[in-house]
């Protein structure tokens, strides 16, 4: 579960980006995060990853407080969430495969385990036949594929998309999102923050609409209108 008591943010520049959030999001859940830009969306991301540390308030995840985490325990929260950015971020030197493995030995785990568990994520994703190709070599789609492999290998608990379709057409942002619909089915969390008014209207999950820094409507099953 993660839980948000009474939390702000404000930025050295002076920048509210959030005012007052209080929320829940308890395990297994879908969660659409909408809103224009500039809401807050993006930091209420970071907030959970402990990328930034709110102003005021309180932030839970599992019953732990992620503001009272000594730094040393900041990487065992990572390892519970994985994240699945925009741009991809992939490693363009690298094939799939090791795109993939490297999330993997960065928490120590053995070849034999990397050996055997790159091959099956990648198979979720649909990326079986694509292992030993470039990203260079991928359409758009397919590197985000291989972005949200990386992000599932270490067998996160949580999952966090960050505009994971903003740059994709339609069609290919559907099939990204049935990778999503397959991953929350197992039980993982599912957390997006996005523009996608057709999909969110479609898929109907959790809509937490945000504006200005605040949740200005939670809804179950909800949509994207009166997102601003």
Known sequence: MISFFNVSKVYPNGVNALRGVSLQIETGEFVFIVGPSGAGKSTLIKLIFREELPTKGQIYI?????????????????????????????????????????????VGAGRSEITARVPEVAKLVGLEKRLDDYPTQLSGGEQQRTAIARALVNKPSIIIADEPTGNLDIDTSWGIMDCF????????????????????????????????????????????????
Not at 68 to 76: E, G, H, L, N, Q
Not at 199 to 227: F, T
């Open 181 to 228: 619909r397959d991953i929350n089915e197992q039980g993982t969390t599912v957390i997006i923050a996005t523009h996608a008014k057709e999909i969110v209207d479609v898929m109907r999950q959790r809509v937490i609409a945000m504006n200005c820094g605040q949740v200005v409507r939670d809804e179950q099953r909800g949509v994207y209108a009166n997102a601003t």
């Open 62 to 106: 599992d019953g732990r407080s992620v503001i009272r985490m000594r730094s040393r325990d900041v990487p065992y929260l990572r390892r519970q969430i994985g994240m699945v950015f925009q741009d991809f971020r992939l490693l363009s030197d690298r094939t799939v495969f090791e795109n993939v493995a490297f999330a993997m030995k960065v």
